[in-house]
């Protein structure tokens, strides 16, 4: 199916799982059902313990509705709090 991964440098598939999870009100349990996976797994797939195969890739794609390169990628994505933070200037005012 996929392999364990101690080491992350080399062969590390970093993941959005939980954030999505979290996104859409979904349990890991309710998650691991629809794959027919166990819940622990998808525990170990957030946590980058686990590599997922491609088929349980492309099906975890497929439940959330996302290309599998949105939730997947070989290099870590960038911490939510670590993007621009939008200015909160005040919207024009506007006169009609």
């Keep these: 199916m996929g392999q364990v991964s101690g080491d992350r440098s080399g062969d590390a598939v970093y993941n959005r799982i939980a954030l999505l999870r979290a996104e859409q009100g979904v349990t890991r349990r309710q998650l691991a059902d629809?794959?027919?996976?166990?819940y622990q797994t998808v525990g170990y797939l957030e946590r980058g313990e686990y590599n997922p195969s491609l088929h349980l890739a492309?099906?975890?794609?497929?439940f959330f509705g996302l290309p599998v390169e949105?939730?997947?990628s070989t290099s870590a994505f960038p911490r939510i709090s670590?993007?621009?933070?939008?200015?909160?200037?005040p919207?024009?005012?506007r006169t009609a």
């Design 58 to 62: 492309l099906r975890i794609a497929e």
């Design 82 to 89: 670590d993007r621009p933070q939008p200015s909160h200037a």
């Design 70 to 72: 949105t939730i997947f």
């Design 34 to 38: 629809a794959l027919g996976v166990h």
């Design 91 to 93: 919207a024009p005012s």
